[in-house]
């Protein structure tokens, strides 16, 4: 095998030799398109959690073999994944549920009377859980370039009252892929003191990230959009407001000591470091399998990685810009650099039914509706004319507001390039051809009828 070959040959993943089942009855290898909702496990992944499941035991809980030998694990994890980040002396790694579980613990962690800074274009799970723990937030309209957005920040500061203050953003959009000038933005923010946590869960599957260079004081992502499955995710970075905080959970192993006292009450002594806001039997097995994702995304070397989803991207965009019905969907315009996620718009389409023809006439999954990101997507949609729907149920509207939705599609380490052009090519047959199959609304969906649609031009 050549040198290039080596380069371009996706990861093994679970799943690349799935077979579905189309409206006509034919099978087809299935193309999951939709790795930023759920990426496919990592076949490496797999087989280190199959490898380690005899052995599994009780963590900083029992004095046997098993027990002890999945608590060095469980470290062993932590550990593993301070590395991938480039963690600083003194950080820490606190293993959460996911990112919108990360973020909802560092939002109660953060100190009264902190203000946050978070722009509209966030996903809800960056965007919500300030304000659900009672924390005033001021947010910052969609900018419409990079040096905007950092000039919005730098003015929004500015004006600001004295206190704490925290930055919330995203490393890479989950509704266009874009990536956010992540160290400017942090530079801009510690200037006037504010610190700032970064929601990688699109970034970290795609890009090497340093918390050191990029100088973020925490970082959250998932396990599950990293090539890991077993719902869990990460919270890292500077210790001193997380140890303040009083615990996410209050239970087991959070706890230093518990004594009565003699008035009949309770004196709880709560622990520092990740044990405070990991109560509970830890998930052990979330926690391997996203150590096991980063070593085998650092050994594949992310240089290589990025240059082929870098390819991807670039045949995506060309696939598509040959189809004039078809429209992109940018914040930061059509060349900004991006992750492999890209939504669109397709003029005479509503996107719930050309996605549910993507899947029945061709095996492709992808994702419609506004994708938990609704300021954003009615941003970038403005007046598009969204086309009404024979079936399915779009993202709820705003009372007195059409529905609006959208498609992405979006990939990563083990996505080959037939399922790119395969995509391109039911783009194209869709749009000249229209769908082969009559739709119907099923349970909010469209479905494919048993009846051929009519108009639909042969060969």
């Not at 790795?35 to 499941?53: F, H, N, T």
């Not at 052995?55 to 994944?81: I, K, M």
């Not at 996605?355 to 990101?373: H, K, M, N, Q, T």
């Not at 993202?395 to 990563?412: D, H, K, T, W, Y």
């Amino acid at each position: 095998m050549s040198l290039a070959t080596e380069i371009c040959a996706p990861l093994a993943v679970l799943g690349h030799d799935v077979q579905v089942p189309l409206a006509s009855g034919e099978k087809v290898g299935y193309a999951a398109l939709d790795y930023a909702a759920s990426s496919p496990a990592l076949q490496r992944v797999w087989d280190d959690v199959a490898a380690y499941a005899p052995y599994y035991g009780s963590v900083h809980r029992g004095a046997g073999y098993l027990s002890q030998l999945s608590t060095d694990l469980f470290e062993q994890s932590r550990r593993t994944v301070a590395d991938f980040l480039d963690l600083r002396d003194g950080d820490q790694v606190v293993f959460t549920r996911a990112t919108t579980d990360s973020l909802n613990l560092l939002a109660g962690a953060v100190p009264a009377g902190t203000r946050v800074f978070a722009f509209e274009t966030e996903h809800h799970a960056s965007l919500l859980p300030w304000a659900h723990a009672g924390l005033e937030v001021t947010y910052l309209r969609a900018p419409r370039s990079r040096e905007e957005a950092v000039a919005a920040l730098d003015a929004a500061l500015a004006g600001a009252p004295e206190g704490p203050k925290l930055l919330c953003v995203t490393g890479a959009s989950n509704v266009t892929g874009e990536l956010w000038p992540v160290a400017e933005l942090t530079a801009t923010a510690h200037r006037y003191g504010a610190r700032v946590v970064l929601d990688a869960a699109q970034l970290a599957p795609h890009h090497r990230v340093s918390v050191r260079e990029l100088g973020v004081d925490w970082i959250a992502f998932s396990g599950h959009k990293i090539y890991a499955p077993f719902g869990a995710g990460v919270l890292a970075g500077r210790a001193d407001w997380l140890d303040a905080a009083e615990p996410y959970l209050a239970g087991g192993g959070a706890t230093r000591t518990v004594a009565r006292e003699t008035d009949g009450s309770v004196a709880v002594q709560w622990h520092t470091g990740p044990a405070r806001h990991e109560a509970g039997s830890p998930n052990v097995i979330g926690a391997y399998s996203i150590a096991s994702a980063c070593r085998a995304l650092t050994e594949a070397g992310w240089d290589a990685l990025e240059a082929r989803e870098q390819q991807l991207v670039a045949r995506l965009k060309a696939g598509l810009a040959e189809v004039p019905e078809v429209k992109v969907l940018n914040l930061f315009g059509a060349d900004s650099a991006r992750v492999g996620v890209l939504s669109f718009v397709v003029q005479g389409w509503n996107s719930s039914h050309f996605s549910a023809a993507l899947s029945a006439e061709y095996g492709i999954g992808v994702r419609d509706g506004l994708f938990c990101a609704h300021p954003l997507v009615r941003t970038l949609l403005g007046d598009e004319d969204v086309a009404p729907s024979e079936c399915g149920a779009p993202e709820p509207s705003l009372p007195g507001e059409r529905s609006l939705n959208a498609i992405r599609v979006s990939f990563g380490a083990g996505t080959p390039d037939e399922h790119i052009e395969r995509f391109l090519t039911a783009v194209r047959e869709l749009v000249t051809d229209g769908a082969a199959w009559k739709y119907r609304n099923e349970g909010g969906r469209c479905v494919a009828t048993v009846e051929v649609a009519r108009g639909r031009r042969e060969g």
